[in-house]
């Protein structure tokens, strides 16, 4: 493979969503010489695994900053899709029918009316419906739901398509994009980035963002990111079984303009394994069976599994690194990379162009963590 030695005004290490849409925001912000350096091929990992469910009500039981962030990126998304789609022609199927978070026992009911109390109180749009409101809404539903919550707000997309469409921006950006090309190492001196030694030779810069999502700590090894293994089942449901997202304390069902139905998920400590395992597979189809009975009659036409990017106190690691000047940290989304890539990109194209971090930013700042050293010797 040809050697890329050269320079950039910023090197973007990663091309999932979190990478493609930051380097994006930079050309779109002025930045000339944006590079983007991805191990793989673009987006082939956790951002393509993923549900693509933009929810941020459904599982919410406060007001913190987490969940701030959260909204303010979901309700991005209307302006992306619709910014995406004149830029490359791609429909990335922001689909705003909304989600239903199903109550399937007492305990599930106690824990819906608890949430639909503090978010009505907060002014925030959900609807709590009886079983037979939810069954009339998606008579897929099983006859045993308790009672459901309905979030208008809470939305999805196809993140799938959201990468193709993102990859297309950054490419008529002319942000220059290199795949199949691993980032070894950041080269700095006196705590300065200069530069990022690649399997294709040295790029220097003076800027560099880390978006290596779940290998983020082979790169950078404080704070440590670890892998969360995901499996996920899809089934093949023409006509599709439900328009809304179906949520419960267990699983989730999506449906797919196309007709596929994905059945989510499981959250294993299991390395870097990225396998399909029987139990996984089992306990998903357990936990959407709980949801719809009628999924049993379904196809399963394919089956995969992801990796998600988690920090230890699961939240996302974003911002300036205070050791090494010029890095900038945009990894450790964990459950919800797909949900804040847009604010994500906002935030840290403007930290780096402006120089001005955002106090949305604070909270989720590297140096929360232990002082080890951010970078091996
Ligand atoms: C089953 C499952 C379901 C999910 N559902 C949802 C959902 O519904 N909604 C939601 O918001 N989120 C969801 N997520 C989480 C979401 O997928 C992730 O948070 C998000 O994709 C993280 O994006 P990323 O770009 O950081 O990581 P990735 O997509 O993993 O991208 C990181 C990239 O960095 C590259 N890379 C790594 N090391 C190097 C290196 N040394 N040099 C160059 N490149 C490197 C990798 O090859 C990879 O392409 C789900 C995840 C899983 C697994």
Not at 43 to 71: I, K, N, T
Not at 142 to 171: K, W
Not at 269 to 295: C, D, M, Q, W, Y
Not at 328 to 344: C, D, E, S, V
Request: aromatic share 6%; with cysteine.
């Amino acid at each position: 493979m040809a050697s890329i030695k050269g320079s950039a005004d910023v090197v973007v290490i990663g091309g999932g969503v979190i990478g493609l849409s930051i380097a994006r925001a930079l050309a779109r912000r002025g930045v000339q010489d944006v590079c983007l350096l991805e191990r793989g091929g673009l987006g082939a990992e956790a951002s393509s695994a993923a549900g693509g469910m933009l929810l941020p009500q459904v599982e919410a039981d406060g007001h913190d900053d987490f969940f701030a962030l959260a909204c303010r990126s979901r309700d991005l998304y209307p302006s992306l899709a619709a910014e995406l789609h004149d830029e490359t022609g791609v429909d990335v199927e922001l689909d705003t029918t909304g989600t239903l978070y199903l109550a399937l026992n007492e305990h599930d009911y106690e824990e819906i009316e608890q949430r639909y109390h503090w978010q009505t109180g907060a002014g925030l749009a959900v609807e709590l419906l009886t079983s037979a409101a939810a069954r009339e809404l998606e008579p897929c539903v099983s006859e045993s739901t308790f009672g459901a919550l309905r979030f208008p707000n809470d939305i999805q997309v196809e993140n799938r398509r959201l990468v193709t469409a993102l990859a297309n921006s950054v490419n008529a950006l002319g942000v220059k994009t290199f795949t199949e090309t691993t980032v070894e190492k950041l080269v700095t001196d006196a705590h300065r980035i200069t530069g990022v030694q690649t399997s294709r030779g040295e790029i220097s810069c003076r800027t560099a963002v880390l978006a290596a999502g779940t290998w983020s700590s082979f790169i950078c090894p404080n704070p440590t990111i670890t892998p969360v293994r995901g499996q996920m089942v899809c089934l093949e449901s023409k006509p599709q079984l439900t328009r809304h997202v179906l949520f419960s304390p267990r699983g989730y069902l999506v449906p797919r303009h196309d007709g596929r139905l994905l059945a989510g998920s499981t959250g294993e400590n299991a390395g870097f394994a990225k396998r399909v395992t029987a139990g996984g597979i089992a306990s998903i189809l357990r936990e959407a069976h709980e949801i719809s009975p009628a999924v049993a009659s379904l196809p399963i036409v394919d089956t995969w599994a992801g990796l998600r990017p988690r920090a230890a106190d699961g939240l996302p690691v974003l911002g300036p690194c205070g050791e090494i000047d010029g890095l900038f940290y945009a990894t450790g989304h964990y459950r919800n990379g797909i949900l804040l890539a847009p604010l994500t990109a906002e935030l840290i194209s403007e930290a780096i162009v402006a120089g001005t971090t955002s106090p949305l930013l604070a909270p989720f700042s590297p140096d929360r963590f232990s002082s080890q050293p951010v970078v091996s010797v």
